[in-house]
């Protein structure tokens, strides 16, 4: 399981992202058999989309290889952060990898100007999709500048060369300016199935606007129909996961399918997990 | 290729601009209309913290470069968004006629922690002549890729039998900050291709123009233009450091030729355009632009202080 994590903050208070991994005993997933020695990836060198963070990753088994598409992190002066999405690879079964290249494997554009985020690869058919958010503004909130973002979409014939979707793929639900992220694409019974997460724009630190899991689904990748109502988990009455729940990501071992979230705090003390309740319809 | 120099045809001194801070008058570059040529540059202003912002205006001149009619009121585009790419600045511009309106391709400049600024190429359209752009979208249309991880800027586009070139720049190298001094900045000639001048298809990495002064050589702001049977590119080129200061290591024109426009051969010696001891252009030439108008070939260029007082002109000799 891969995951991303932070040595303590600087002497500003700002704080580096580095991505990781532990390994959970496949029939017993809550016993911890080993955790990473290092991060899976240096940070970037001078001047780079990604030297000041690597998080969050997602990974994809090739030929002989595992591919990690993750989102980088640069600081900027007028707003906090930037970040673009880069990839790079592990030939020794995903405990390092190294850059394609230096800089982003997909790029800004006109309509996607800024802060492209949480990636999730996935295969269906011949086809590579990537799932992704993108930025559409930055709005000033409580004092600092916050970005609006969406869940888009390219898709590949190769996970290299990317064409972009270009178009927002889930509608807001809960207000305009509602942030999404995270959204993890499998799928099941003759459909395919979007896990994600969305908050308010202001607030969201708190247990009532903040994070939630949310569900869509599909029939040809395209078009999305938005059910939050069906995504079968909400915040716990208390514990880990009573304030939010967010960064779902939903995999399948030995038959059984799961769904690894983080919770208070955005992941501050782990991830956790939840299984699935009979099939998916 | 022999060139007569006009000298410094547009002097902000002479000709002051009703806004910014009243210097800079950088990287000249021609759209020629009926009665007159609109020569767009950029211009800056000074910000509260010290900090420069460039804003794209124009200077209208008689079609031999011979007069100033009038200059721009007001920058031809508004700034940019919060945390958009061109936030703080556009740096150069480049303007195409095209399907009936004018492309602007500007570098956008936004600031950044641990290097001075990140910068793009993005799209913006005229349809009053150039008077005013409106942006198409708030990204860019050219930027960061794989092997091109920082700095794309410079964009110069032209169409070649119904395909859209892009000579550009792009970033190879920021050097680590010394002490108490900035990282500086390597960047190289690229090249793309588009069908609409919108999606573009990078050459990914591929430096089109070979070095003079070794791998840190910096070069900026190629633009290409044809002369007898050969495609010409001119650009500008320095050493990477002390180019601010020492007038032996600013920037310098420089020139390749290309006969089926993949494959570049450097020849500076073809352009024999040094500065003229104790003028406007003694220690640096930069930003070259040429363009065509009524038969003629003129170069528009920036002299000393990376155009601090205004750009000069040279004619191309028949």
């Known amino acids: 399981m891969y995951f991303s994590c932070r040595p303590d903050a600087d002497a500003k208070g700002q704080y580096v992202s580095y991505s990781a991994y532990v390994d959970l005993d496949r029939q017993h997933l809550f016993k911890v058999r080993a955790v990473a020695e290092e991060p899976i990836l240096p940070l970037g060198g001078t001047g780079t989309f990604d030297e000041f963070g690597v998080y969050p990753v997602s990974v994809i088994r090739t030929d002989e290889e595992v591919r990690a598409y993750y989102a980088g992190w640069t600081r900027c002066v007028s707003v906090p952060f930037n970040t673009a999405i880069g990839c790079a690879v592990s030939r020794d079964g995903g405990r390092r990898f190294e850059r394609l290249g230096p800089g982003p494997i997909l790029p800004y554009s006109p309509d996607e100007p800024f802060v492209m985020s949480g990636p999730k690869v996935r295969r269906f058919g011949g086809t590579w999709y990537l799932f992704y958010i993108a930025g559409s503004a930055w709005k000033r909130v409580e004092g600092r500048a916050e970005p609006v973002y969406r869940i888009r979409m390219a898709t590949s014939p190769d996970g290299l060369t990317w064409t972009k979707a270009n178009r927002d793929l889930i509608p807001p639900r809960i207000e305009a300016d509602e942030a999404q992220a995270s959204p993890d694409v499998f799928e099941a019974g003759g459909r395919y199935h979007m896990y994600f997460c969305y908050r308010y724009s202001t607030g969201f630190r708190s247990r009532e606007r903040g994070y939630r899991i949310g569900y869509a689904w599909s029939t040809d990748l395209v078009s999305w129909t938005r059910d939050d109502a069906r995504c079968g988990i909400d915040v716990s009455e208390e514990g880990w996961d009573a304030q939010m729940i967010s960064y779902p990501h939903v995999f399948t071992v030995d038959g059984r399918t799961y769904l690894a979230y983080l919770g208070n705090e955005v992941g501050r003390g782990g991830f956790g997990l939840a299984a699935l309740d009979g099939a998916f319809d | ?318």
């Not at chain 2, 800027?153 to 108490?180: E, K, N, P, Q």
């Not at chain 2, 840190?216 to 450091?241: I, N």
Request: proline share 6%.
């Open chain 2, 1 to 318: 290729m022999r060139w007569t120099k006009l000298g410094l045809v547009f002097d902000l001194r002479a000709h002051p601009l009703p806004f910014g801070s009243g210097g800079f008058a950088q990287s000249p570059q021609a759209l020629v209309l009926d009665d007159r040529v609109r020569i767009f540059f950029s211009t800056r202003s000074r910000e509260p913290d010290g900090l420069y912002l460039s804003h794209v205006a124009f200077v209208d001149m008689r079609k031999d470069l011979s007069a100033v009619l009038g200059v721009a009121h007001r920058p031809v585009i508004a700034a940019g968004d919060l945390g958009t790419f061109d936030e703080h600045g556009i740096f150069p511009m480049n303007v195409l006629r095209h399907d009936g309106v004018v492309y602007g391709y500007t570098t956008g400049w936004s600031r950044r922690v641990s290097v001075p600024v990140e910068t793009g190429i993005g799209l913006a359209v005229s349809r009053d002549e150039g008077l005013s752009f409106e942006r198409h979208g708030a990204g860019p249309v050219l930027s960061a890729t794989l092997n091109e991880p920082f700095l794309v800027a410079d964009g110069f586009v032209r169409v070649i039998d119904g395909l859209f070139h892009m000579w550009y720049i792009f970033g190879t190298a920021w050097s680590a900050a010394g002490a108490g001094a900035a990282p500086e900045r390597v960047y190289k000639i690229g090249h793309a291709t588009s069908a609409d001048g919108i999606a573009w298809t990078k050459e990914e990495g591929r430096r089109i123009v070979a070095d003079r002064l070794g791998p840190e050589e910096a070069q900026a702001l190629p633009c290409v233009f044809d002369s007898g049977t050969r495609r010409h590119m001119l650009f500008c080129y320095r050493e990477p450091v002390g180019f601010r200061t020492d007038p032996g290591r600013g920037y310098r024109i420089g020139h390749a030729w290309s006969d089926d426009l993949v494959d570049w051969t450097r020849d500076d010696a073809v352009l024999p355009l040094a500065g003229t001891p104790g003028e406007w252009d003694a220690d640096m030439q930069c930003y070259p632009h040429v363009f065509t108008c009524e038969g003629t070939t003129y170069l528009l260029y920036n002299g000393n202080a990376f155009g601090r007082f205004g750009f000069g002109a040279a004619r191309l000799d028949p």
